[in-house]
């Protein structure tokens, strides 16, 4: 396969950046000292092991997976915007969702040593026991 003409008025360079604009502030996917949840990741699986309950309809139909969410830890430490980019099923995400947004504030992210907001993806597992 030939390489693209790069003097083409067709080619469009792919770039990958480190950070997404939003409303004129910068969002982050990637920084030298990511948010961490307090306790760490192990604490962050517990909490949402204990909160989540898994929805009737979704056990009585056997649905088991992964709902993998997004959100963005805040210069502050606090969760907003969290979304679902993979669902499993609605009652699923929906619950998934409530869990992200009762979550208590984490230790922010860090870009040059200032609290900066960053994209956190995490998936939230629901499988019948």
Same mark, same amino acid.
Request: charged share 25%; with cysteine.
């Given at each position: 396969?030939?390489?693209?003409?790069?003097?083409?008025?067709?080619?469009?360079?792919?770039? +990958? +950046?480190?950070? /997404?604009?939003?409303?004129?502030?910068? *969002?982050?996917? *990637?920084?030298?000292?990511?948010?961490?949840?307090?306790?760490?990741?192990?604490?962050?699986?517990?909490?949402?092991?204990?909160?989540?309950?898994?929805?009737?309809?979704?056990?009585?139909?056997?649905?088991?997976?992964?709902?993998?969410?997004?959100?963005? *830890?805040?210069? !502050?430490?606090?969760?907003?915007? @969290?979304?679902?980019?993979?669902?499993?099923?609605?009652?699923?995400?929906?619950?998934?969702?409530?869990?992200?947004?009762?979550? @208590?504030?984490?230790? @922010?992210?860090?870009?040059?040593?200032?609290? *900066?907001?960053?994209?956190? !993806?995490?998936? /939230?597992?629901?499988?019948?026991?």
């Amino acid at each position: 396969m030939p390489l693209p003409d790069i003097n083409s008025t067709n080619y469009t360079p792919i770039v +990958h +950046h480190k950070e /997404v604009l939003s409303n004129d502030e910068r *969002v982050f996917a *990637v920084v030298e000292q990511m948010p961490q949840y307090p306790g760490g990741e192990t604490e962050l699986l517990n909490y949402i092991a204990r909160q989540i309950k898994y929805p009737g309809i979704a056990r009585r139909n056997g649905i088991q997976g992964k709902v993998i969410c997004r959100f963005i *830890v805040t210069r !502050t430490g606090r969760i907003e915007k @969290p979304e679902v980019v993979r669902s499993l099923d609605p009652y699923c995400d929906k619950e998934a969702l409530r869990v992200l947004r009762s979550m @208590p504030v984490f230790i @922010p992210g860090k870009q040059n040593g200032v609290n *900066v907001d960053v994209y956190y !993806t995490l998936p /939230v597992i629901f499988k019948i026991k």
